[in-house]
């Protein structure tokens, strides 16, 4: 049945997408390239990564309910997408609340101890790893295209877009939702 799959899904992907929102994004790759689920492509993940990433709340639980909601209405018009878009988040969600209620408990018995605190130095490279995967699958998606040689490979708008993006973010300090909201202008200025 699809929602107790979409459940498990996004339940394994709340379970070990360890760093928060970007770390869902190779799990949510892996869900567009797996066959047998046939949700969404990778082209449409990136078009969803941009909308989650420009919208309020966490990238993680805006995807969980995204897929959801469409998987849902594939199944089931607008109930279906409500109730879909409802067990995708919650079942993304649901693995770290238990997990904080068990760390909750048992933090104050295990502060102080060397393997704990060595094992959560340990994790960080690999969230680290996880989300420049995500990176590199988006500067993939963003930039390039399906072309063969080198230039027909580059978007060259998008390169160009990401390049002076690239410099402006790390050089003059204004708010993300500026760089959101003048990126979206650029990219509807762009595909006219």
Same mark, same amino acid.
């Given at each position: 049945?699809?929602?107790?799959?979409?459940?498990?899904?996004?339940?394994?992907?709340?379970?070990?997408?360890?760093?928060?929102?970007?770390?869902?994004?190779?799990?949510?790759?892996?869900? =567009?390239?797996? @066959?047998?689920?046939?949700?969404?492509?990778?082209?449409?993940?990136?078009? #969803? %990564?941009?909308? $989650?990433?420009? !919208?309020?709340?966490?990238?993680?639980?805006?995807?969980?309910?995204?897929?959801?909601?469409?998987?849902?209405?594939?199944?089931?018009?607008?109930?279906?997408?409500?109730?879909?878009?409802?067990?995708?988040?919650?079942?993304?969600?649901?693995?770290?609340?238990?997990?904080?209620?068990?760390?909750?408990?048992?933090?104050?018995?295990?502060?102080?101890?060397?393997?704990?605190?060595?094992?959560?130095? =340990?994790?960080? @490279?690999?969230?680290?790893?996880?989300?420049?995967?995500?990176?590199?699958? #988006? %500067?993939?998606? $963003?930039?390039? !295209?399906?072309?063969?040689?080198?230039?027909?490979?580059?978007?060259?708008?998008?390169?160009?877009?990401?390049?002076?993006?690239?410099?402006?973010?790390?050089?003059?300090?204004?708010?993300?939702?500026?760089?959101?909201?003048?990126?979206?202008?650029?990219?509807?200025?762009?595909?006219?």
């Amino acid at each position: 049945m699809i929602w107790i799959r979409l459940f498990i899904e996004f339940f394994k992907t709340g379970l070990f997408a360890i760093g928060g929102g970007l770390a869902t994004i190779p799990f949510l790759r892996s869900m =567009a390239t797996d @066959p047998s689920l046939n949700w969404f492509d990778e082209k449409l993940l990136g078009n #969803m %990564i941009a909308v $989650g990433e420009s !919208t309020p709340g966490p990238i993680g639980v805006n995807m969980a309910t995204y897929v959801g909601y469409t998987v849902g209405y594939d199944h089931g018009g607008t109930l279906g997408a409500l109730l879909g878009g409802f067990i995708a988040t919650f079942a993304l969600v649901l693995p770290s609340v238990i997990i904080i209620l068990i760390v909750a408990k048992l933090l104050q018995a295990f502060k102080e101890n060397k393997y704990i605190s060595r094992s959560f130095y =340990a994790i960080r @490279p690999a969230v680290t790893g996880m989300i420049a995967t995500a990176a590199v699958t #988006m %500067i993939k998606s $963003g930039v390039f !295209t399906n072309g063969t040689g080198f230039i027909r490979a580059i978007n060259i708008k998008a390169a160009i877009l990401f390049a002076v993006l690239l410099f402006f973010t790390n050089k003059v300090k204004l708010h993300p939702i500026f760089y959101i909201i003048i990126s979206g202008v650029i990219g509807a200025i762009f595909s006219m």
